[in-house]
């Protein structure tokens, strides 16, 4: 039978995992992972991007902003989404977002996984579809929104504790500094550490959350209750 996708309304929010064709690794090393947060910021954008040309302005534009101590403004972006959190696995992407324009989610997903495969495919010397269809699951309640919230930044702890939702954790501390210090998903600038800022938009759940006090609390009692993916992707 053919999956059953939930409509993509303007203005919802929404859940989205992007998995790897047969699980596999498609996050490397440290420059995939770079790749990636800046294909998710540049391909939110209703208009043509080209991502050759935008790496090589960019490369200029730090240049002169080394040089001439200035901070250049980036050009305006027609967002096809709001992205509200992400987190980077090696063989999935996690990511939170509200739709702004019809079909939005799907021309972003589209570009994203084209975008990226075709880099990664001409790294690594591959042919082929890189990813699955994307899943998209529909957040109805402000109490949702903060348990999936939670759930997309908790997924990075099983780099360093592998089946930890199975068996608890082993050292909590150690989980929360791992947290709080990761590059690889949105949860530092939740905490106000400007790992990378300029790709999602905050101020609408740190208001829910009560601040960012409010979300590591929220966090760290989350991760030690150990909620799954079920719990509240079918409340």
């Known amino acids: ?130 990813f699955n269809r994307f899943k998209a699951f529909h957040v109805n309640s402000d109490e949702q929104l903060k348990n999936v919230f939670a759930y997309i930044h908790s997924n990075r702890i099983s780099i360093i504790e592998p089946g930890w939702k199975e068996n608890g954790l082993r050292d909590s501390k150690k989980v929360a500094n791992f947290l709080e210090n990761d590059k690889w998903h949105s949860y530092p600038d939740y905490l106000g550490k400007k790992n990378f800022n300029s790709v999602t938009t905050r101020k609408f759940i740190l208001d829910l959350m009560g601040g960012e006090k409010g979300c590591e609390n929220f966090i760290n009692m989350w991760v030690n209750n150990k909620k799954t993916a079920k719990d509240f992707e079918e409340e």
């Open 1 to 130: 039978m053919p999956v059953q996708r939930v409509p993509l309304v303007n203005d919802e929010i929404y859940h989205i995992v992007l998995r790897a064709v047969g699980d596999s690794v498609v996050f490397v090393d440290e420059n995939d992972y770079y790749r990636g947060i800046f294909s998710i910021y540049e391909f939110n954008n209703n208009s043509l991007v080209d991502i050759w040309l935008r790496r090589q302005k960019r490369k200029k534009e730090k240049l002169l902003e080394k040089s001439e101590g200035q901070t250049l403004q980036s050009p305006e972006r027609d967002l096809l989404v709001e992205i509200l959190a992400f987190s980077f696995m090696p063989n999935h992407i996690h990511l939170l977002v509200r739709q702004l324009k019809d079909n939005g989610i799907s021309q972003f997903m589209q570009k994203l996984g084209t975008g990226y495969a075709v880099y990664f495919n001409k790294k690594y010397l591959r042919k082929g579809h890189l």
